[in-house]
């Protein structure tokens, strides 16, 4: 027994050892990173870059080299320095020929983010389902949630003071939202449910579903009935990850992407599938960070080895121009720190959210 209590003292010793030494190591060598930020610029055709210079501040140039002021840095992009255009009463009246105003600026500028921690990490699976023609400008979150089990829709109340009412209404209001998956065709249960729960957006279009059979479907509830819409994809199409957007400007419905790590716009209304002309994207393994506006979208995957930057036509998707920031190199620290603690042992990681030890 005391031999085993030594084994055991002497392996967690160990344990400790290989996971806080090169922790301490790595904090107390951490360096900041000099990333430009980068978006691309329709008035110049280039990607536009500011970058951290030391003791000068900011360096703004583009890839052919050619650097500018701050107030020119303003100039070769509008659309996101909008305000303060707006301000030095410098936005210009039209734009590739196309008349502008700071107003369309603002409805048709988004920004959208995805790491695959938000991807590779536990579900609760339960979901409010907002009202999405509620007739008031704010959004109110719902007393209950829905889940869908391998049978059927299921409403849950979160109330414990309206029993009678889950008993009542919540039952019919099941049976209700379950018949109307079932006639447009819907195979329980979801393989994927995606949405945005939260009333910090001014619209809500409730969840895009995946069903059985990967199949396609919009869901939302309309003046408390379901509404359900079966969307048809093109043919050799297997989606794997759907993101809904419910931007300001509401031309696009979702992003998504497929088997084949291609990338896809969902259009809203007309519920077309449009590719968009980017190589690949794996939300699982890459993040991926897109600064839209009315001409052109900047679109950035972070690999662990690059960041690549790429240009599309906000119209139809189609790639302007792409770029590549191969990662830094390794510090002499860094170097040191790999050579002197070849072993580590660390319980999280920057790509899920699930605490397991890791060697």
């Avoid at 700071?102 to 579900?123: C, G, L, T, Y």
């Avoid at 449910?193 to 969840?207: V, W």
């Avoid at 989606?239 to 957007?245: A, E, P, S």
Wanted: charged fraction near 25%; aromatic fraction near 14%.
């Amino acid at each position: 027994m005391k031999l085993f209590s030594q084994l055991l003292l002497g392996l967690t010793i160990v344990c400790l050892l290989i996971w806080q030494l090169p922790w301490c190591y790595n904090f107390l060598t951490a360096r900041s990173t000099k990333a430009p930020f980068t978006l691309y610029s329709s008035v110049i055709g280039d990607f536009a870059m500011m970058t951290p210079s030391g003791d000068k501040g900011m360096l703004r140039s583009d890839l052919s080299g050619r650097t500018y002021t701050q107030a020119q840095f303003d100039s070769i992009l509008p659309m996101f320095y909008f305000r303060q255009l707006m301000s030095d009463e410098r936005f210009p009246d039209t734009l590739n020929g196309v008349p502008v105003t700071p107003r369309m600026a603002q409805m048709e500028n988004f920004n959208f983010r995805v790491v695959p921690s938000d991807i590779n990490a536990p579900h609760i699976g339960l979901y409010p389902l907002l009202e999405g023609m509620s007739g008031r400008v704010d959004l109110q979150m719902p007393d209950d949630v829905f889940r869908i089990t391998g049978k059927r829709f299921l409403v849950l109340t979160m109330s414990l003071q309206e029993y009678e009412y889950y008993i009542t209404q919540i039952k019919k209001k099941s049976r209700r939202f379950t018949e109307a998956m079932e006639k447009k065709g819907f195979h329980f249960p979801a393989t994927e449910i995606a949405g945005n729960p939260t009333t910090r957006k001014e619209y809500d279009e409730g969840y895009l579903l995946l069903d059985a059979d990967r199949r396609l479907f919009h869901l939302k509830q309309m003046k408390g009935r379901p509404y359900v819409r079966s969307i048809e994809l093109p043919d050799g199409i297997q989606l794997k990850h759907v993101f809904v957007t419910e931007f300001k400007n509401r031309k696009t419905l979702a992003f998504m992407t497929d088997a084949d790590r291609s990338f896809y716009v969902l259009r809203n209304k007309t519920y077309e599938v449009v590719k968009v002309g980017i190589p690949s994207f794996d939300p699982e393994k890459e993040a991926l960070a897109v600064f839209g506006n009315m001409f052109d979208w900047t679109l950035r995957v972070t690999r662990p080895e690059v960041e690549v930057y790429y240009a599309v036509n906000a119209d139809d998707y189609s790639l302007i121009k792409s770029m590549e920031l191969p990662a830094e190199e390794l510090s002499a620290a860094e170097k040191i720190g790999k050579y002197v603690f070849p072993l580590r042992l660390s319980f999280t990681s920057g790509t899920d959210k699930y605490v397991i030890p890791r060697f």
